[in-house]
């Protein structure tokens, strides 16, 4: 094989002045994990709302959220990212447009919001899948308890339904790690574009993308690992997930 | 700023469909079918007894979950050569294009998500058939291939065209490394006539259309199959 | 041109022989009966896509020559010519790994570069500079303190303005972009206050702009000219020899000059501009005595 190894590369100085080479990695890693923090709180709170919308007796909320989900599941994300990026800023006012275009760090609040909203409308599937696998019995009796739609929801129907839901949850939440990456076209530089500078910079293409691929491994195992913890925590005894 | 010029679309729609559009239905088509056969093959290596095979399918599947595409993208963009001339022993990297280097990164990537399809369909079908096709004096290779296989990808159906529509999406990553499909044709326009908002708009109505429509008719067969059952 | 061609051929004809004695590309060439050539999608005038999706440029026309006298020396009736579109970061990996044979674009010749890969003789030499839009005033590069800048990913002007954000303390906020036509956007639309890119790369992109009255460039430069070389795979002598020898004949002959003059002198497509830089002393010096070295003070 016509290359280069150099697997001391990563003790190496960055010619960005951040240390080494290892270094701009982890920075990368950092920004990543930012923006699939903010993205994941983002999809939650959305994917819940909106799962429980689907759910309710109006029919002109729950076509309200079927169009949500619709939108943002049939769009391939890395257009989404375009659509925020570039678009949206030329479509809003001059000054609001301007605005949001000097924002700083402006790839990141882009990426992060484009991939929560993204993965918001996976998260409401699971949402309106794990409250549509309870027993009908379950809202009839926190109606004749007295309470009211509302009260049903936050007491009775949510605790039990993201129990259940919590092993696809993992899943949604190690995709939206993985999804953050397609930031990189917009300007994020998270751990895939720095490993991407770092070949780039080096020319060590091998040991850069092996670097990253143990780094995303190690984060995918170690997430696993916490959200399995999180399950057996909240597990309720003798039901489906209680062991 | 705000001069909306959508002749422009009408007149690079041959070049769109032509160049874009073809490729990636093309590039969807063939790594949907070439993940759904090595995903299978990998589903049933997960469940054989054969504790090698089992764990190497375990972790190339583990592997492929836990990387971003984008990652997957580049790596095979500069590794598939060298694998080609490891593998056929030639004494240069083998030249692969750059249609043929996603067709094989989607097929290899794909395969780990079908896979775990695969097998929860494998398992869907009641042991009791197994024994009986043994019973009938079939071996293994035919009560698979006769018998599971065909049950599982049925019962599967849907949820395999979902995850074929999730990579007719996916393919438009193949932008990273600038090979022209319906969005890199898009985006190429875009920057070339500085038409960025018209045709990023159209990019993504094109693929929400072809998407959701595609949607609709595996929710209409998913209706269609759980009545037979 | 077909003299050259025949040329080419009489000079290779000592060492002409079956294709088992062949090695590297020429001996792929032969096998394969194709030849992929690596071109960009925006580096005006070197190699980029015009109206009709065609893939044109200086550094295409001299690869283009490269090609015949490939196809001439290997005694071939049909060469097959492939192409691939490649970015300054996916570039050199590409090369490496026999996905292209020749780069035809605007690459930068570097000693660090050598260690990975081979250049042909320089066929250009630019400096790096910034392009910004008039309005902003950003002349100096001291006037990017704290500015938001683009650079395309893979390119040496990206790491060369990592190092002098390092080394100044500027505090700039550094954008990578895909390639040329994605930084320049990024400035268009003003994401980025100024891209900072080869001079020359600058103009052909300011000159096919929507507006270019819009953009001016520095005053100052971040590095001195370097050279561009068509890139190659290291280690391959008898290519590299092919590709030199035809560049060398190339450039010495009145034919090497009106290539000049027609991509840069003349007016050029996609909008009809000219970009009108003259061959100056140093850039005259580089087509009487071709040379592949990369170091800027042999130019």
Not at chain 1, 68 to 77: G, K, Q, T
Not at chain 3, 2 to 29: C, F, M, N, R, Y
Request: charged share 15%; glycine share 6%.
């Amino acid at each position: 094989m016509n290359y280069n190894w150099n697997w001391g590369i990563f003790r190496e100085p960055n010619p960005e002045g951040s240390g080494t080479y290892l270094d701009l990695l982890l920075m990368g890693l950092n920004w990543t994990l930012a923006t699939a923090a903010l993205a994941a709180v983002i999809a939650l709170v959305f994917g819940a709302t909106i799962g429980v919308i689907r759910t309710l007796p109006s029919r002109g909320l729950v076509l309200a959220g079927d169009a949500w989900v619709e939108f943002f599941r049939n769009i391939p994300l890395l257009v989404q990212l375009f659509l925020w990026y570039f678009v949206l800023p030329e479509l809003l006012p001059k000054a609001a447009g301007m605005w949001l275009k000097t924002l700083p760090n402006a790839s990141f609040w882009t990426g992060a919001i484009g991939v929560g909203l993204f993965m918001s409308s996976r998260v409401a599937e699971q949402v309106k899948a794990g409250i549509r696998s309870l027993p009908r019995g379950q809202a009839m009796a926190g109606t004749a308890l007295g309470l009211t739609t509302a009260q049903t929801y936050r007491y009775v129907l949510l605790p039990m339904a993201f129990r259940i839901i919590l092993p696809p949850l993992t899943s949604e939440l190690l995709n939206t790690v993985k999804n953050t990456s397609v930031a990189l076209t917009i300007g994020l530089m998270e751990l895939t574009a720095r490993t991407r500078a770092m070949q780039e910079y080096s020319f060590q293409v091998f040991e850069a993308f092996t670097a990253a691929t143990l780094i995303y491994l190690v984060l995918n195992a170690s997430l696993t690992f916490l959200m399995r913890r999180l399950e057996r925590a909240v597990a309720v005894p003798g039901y489906v997930t209680g062991k | 700023m705000l001069q909306f010029d959508f002749d422009i679309i009408l007149k690079t729609l041959p070049y769109l469909l032509r160049e874009g559009m073809v490729f990636t239905l093309t590039l969807t088509a063939l790594a949907a079918f070439g993940g759904l056969v090595l995903g299978t093959l990998l589903a049933l290596m997960r469940l054989s007894t054969i504790p090698g095979l089992a764990l190497f399918a375990t972790g190339y599947v583990n592997l492929m979950r836990s990387l971003p595409l984008v990652l997957v993208i580049f790596w095979f963009y500069f590794l598939v050569p060298y694998i080609g001339q490891a593998i056929l022993r030639t004494e240069r990297p083998v030249e692969v294009g750059a249609f043929a280097s996603a067709l094989i990164t989607f097929t290899l990537f794909e395969a780990a998500y079908f896979s775990e399809i695969m097998r929860a369909g494998i398992q869907s079908v009641p042991k009791g058939q197994l024994s009986a096709g043994y019973a009938l004096g079939l071996t293994y290779r035919q009560v698979m291939s006769y018998v599971v296989v065909p049950q599982a990808l049925r019962n599967m159906l849907p949820v395999i065209l979902t995850q074929t529509i999730v990579l007719f999406q996916d393919t438009s990553l193949v932008y990273v490394i600038s090979i022209t499909d319906f969005l890199g044709a898009a985006s190429k326009v875009a920057q070339r006539d500085g038409r960025l908002i018209e045709m990023y708009l159209f990019a993504a109505l094109v693929y929400f259309l072809i998407s959701f429509l595609a949607s609709l008719l595996v929710k209409r067969l998913q209706a269609r199959t759980a009545i037979i059952r | 041109m077909k003299l050259l061609g025949i040329a080419v051929a009489l000079l290779a004809l000592p060492g002409l022989a079956s294709a088992q004695d062949l090695t590297g590309t020429l001996k792929k060439i032969k096998e394969t009966g194709t030849i992929t050539l690596g071109h960009r999608e925006s580096s005006v005038p070197f190699s980029y896509i015009d109206n009709n999706a065609k893939v044109i440029g200086y550094s295409m026309d001299i690869c283009g020559k490269i090609v015949e006298a490939a196809k001439a020396e290997l005694k071939m009736d049909k060469l097959d010519v492939r192409l691939l579109p490649v970015t300054s970061s996916t570039r050199i990996p590409l090369i490496a790994n026999g996905t292209i044979d020749l780069e035809c674009g605007s690459t930068t010749n570097n000693a660090e570069r050598q260690k990975q890969v081979a250049y042909t003789n320089t066929h250009f030499l630019t400096a790096s500079a910034f392009v910004s839009k008039k309005a902003k005033n950003l002349k100096k590069i001291e006037d990017l303190k704290g500015k938001t800048v683009v650079s395309t990913a893979g390119s040496t002007n990206m790491k060369q303005v990592v190092e002098a954000n390092a080394a100044k303390g500027l505090g700039m906020t550094v954008l990578p972009a895909k390639d040329h036509a994605a930084a320049f956007l990024l400035v268009e639309l003003d994401r980025a206050d100024a891209f900072i890119m080869d001079d020359i790369l600058l103009a052909g992109l300011v000159a096919s702009a929507k507006d270019p009255g819009l953009y001016q460039m520095s005053d100052e430069a971040f590095s001195l000219p370097e050279p561009y070389g068509i890139m190659l795979r290291k280690d391959d002598a008898p290519f590299k020899a092919l590709a030199d020898r035809t560049t060398a004949a190339l450039f010495k002959s009145p034919e090497g000059e009106a290539l000049y003059r027609k991509w840069f002198m003349s007016p050029i497509p996609p909008n009809g501009i000219n970009l009108n830089v003259p061959l100056n002393a140093m850039l005259r010096k580089m087509l009487e005595k071709p040379t592949d070295s990369a170091d800027p003070a042999a130019y």
